[in-house]
């Protein structure tokens, strides 16, 4: 592994991705003062904004009991397996039931249960505990997986501030909902597959109880010869399987089966939650008046570019931290079907530039542009519009840009 790729401990040695005219900072750069201060700002107005939800009861707890949210889809499907009723959590109206007894009061709306069966290991524990309390265990409890990822990404305790501030959190912590996670398992299956590849393969397996996160991961492993970290994948995926047929009955997946057909009828052809909450280019072309068959082709081609554009940089000499990143990117422009909380996903790439710009100097204008990005998921709920998506795509262009600077400086270290 090159200095270029990973350490920004000897960032000062290590030559720049773009050469020396290309970088607005030097080798071994710090975030300036500003960027911490914006952080810090950002974290106290998580915190204010949480507290005065709690106390208005529009968060977490109200006047008439729990507030629904999407949390309570997991609670829900939880109770009825452990009922011995596994496959009735993809049954919307036995499963609308549940959330009803769960805050205990009718509430409008359906929070649908779509995660395959093995999910449902990780629902009966939290169902076990009332409904609150479930709720606070689960957001706080995967948020240290999602700090400790950045930080080890980033490579220095400044990650753990970046990672708190990233306005994605807030909109996670909301809604109850599962990016601590997924960003968890895919900045830490991007940051163990070059250190430890069988762990890598563990998390990349665990991270199949959202698949559609992780549809271009095969297409790198396999273009960038990462055999282990595939082949580990593979068998945590198939065992995981096997547990949760043996554990619910085929039942289960026969109803997880059907309800994604329903699901997919539901919030992508009948927009059930509103187009612009969707952060993808299916999302956008919806937003913007497009048919449904217009939408599917302009998300096809999207797909179609993004593993393209990965399995020729997986399979280049270009340094391993950009790989990651474009990945991690990829990943979210890959799906149709991407949420603003399943957007604290995006600090895994923005990590891992973050850690190449202290290493390497920051690229002219790098840093305001990823200050945009993270605007624009701040600004999402005061605009009715898939601006997430934007930010998707402007973390994209940054990525690109670094990897033209490295094709285009001979001097560069090679992955």
Request: contains cysteine.
């Amino acid at each position: 592994m090159s200095v270029y790729q990973i350490s920004s401990a000897r960032g000062a040695n290590a030559p720049s991705a773009g050469g020396a005219s290309a970088a607005a900072g030097p080798a071994g750069a710090t975030l300036p003062r500003i960027v911490e201060s914006i952080c810090f700002a950002l974290i106290v107005s998580h915190v204010v904004f949480l507290l005065a939800s709690l106390v208005k009861g529009d968060w977490l707890i109200g006047a008439d009991g729990g507030v629904a949210s999407d949390f309570v889809n997991v609670w829900a499907a939880g109770k009825l397996a452990l009922a011995g009723h596994a496959a009735a959590a993809y049954d919307w109206a036995t499963h609308k039931a549940a959330e009803v007894s769960a805050v205990g009061h009718p509430f409008d709306g359906y929070f649908g249960w779509h995660y395959p069966p093995p999910f449902l290991f990780v629902a009966i524990p939290l169902a076990l505990i009332p409904y609150a309390v479930a709720y606070v265990v689960w957001v706080f409890g995967t948020l240290p997986a999602y700090l400790v990822t950045i930080r080890a990404i980033v490579g220095d305790r400044i990650g753990y501030l970046l990672a708190a501030a990233f306005p994605a959190v807030l909109a996670n912590c909301v809604v109850g909902q599962n990016g601590f996670l997924s960003a968890g398992l895919i900045g830490g299956t991007l940051y163990l597959i070059e250190r430890r590849p069988i762990l890598a393969g563990v998390l990349l397996g665990l991270l199949t109880y959202k698949p559609h996160l992780g549809l271009l991961f095969p297409i790198a492993l396999i273009a960038g010869r990462y055999w282990r970290t595939f082949f580990t994948a593979a068998l945590v995926a198939a065992l995981m399987a096997a547990a949760s047929w043996a554990a619910f009955g085929a039942e289960a997946w026969q109803a997880f089966a059907a309800g994604i057909g329903k699901s997919s009828q539901a919030f992508l052809s009948n927009g059930a939650a509103d187009w612009a909450k969707l952060q993808t280019a299916f999302g956008l072309a919806r937003t913007l008046g497009g048919s449904e068959t217009l939408a599917w082709s302009v998300q096809g081609g999207v797909v179609i570019a993004a593993a393209a554009a990965i399995a020729a940089l997986w399979a280049s000499r270009a340094p391993y931290a950009l790989k990651a990143a474009a990945l991690g990117t990829g990943a979210m422009l890959a799906t149709p079907y991407l949420y603003t909380y399943d957007l604290v996903a995006l600090a895994v790439p923005l990590a891992f530039l973050i850690r190449l710009g202290r290493a390497q100097g920051f690229l002219a204008n790098e840093l305001s542009f990823i200050g945009f990005a993270c605007l624009l998921i701040v600004i999402f709920p005061f605009v009715k519009a898939p601006v997430g998506f934007a930010a998707v795509l402007i973390v994209a262009a940054l990525i690109g840009r670094r990897v033209l600077a490295f094709k285009r400086a001979p001097q560069s270290v090679a992955a």
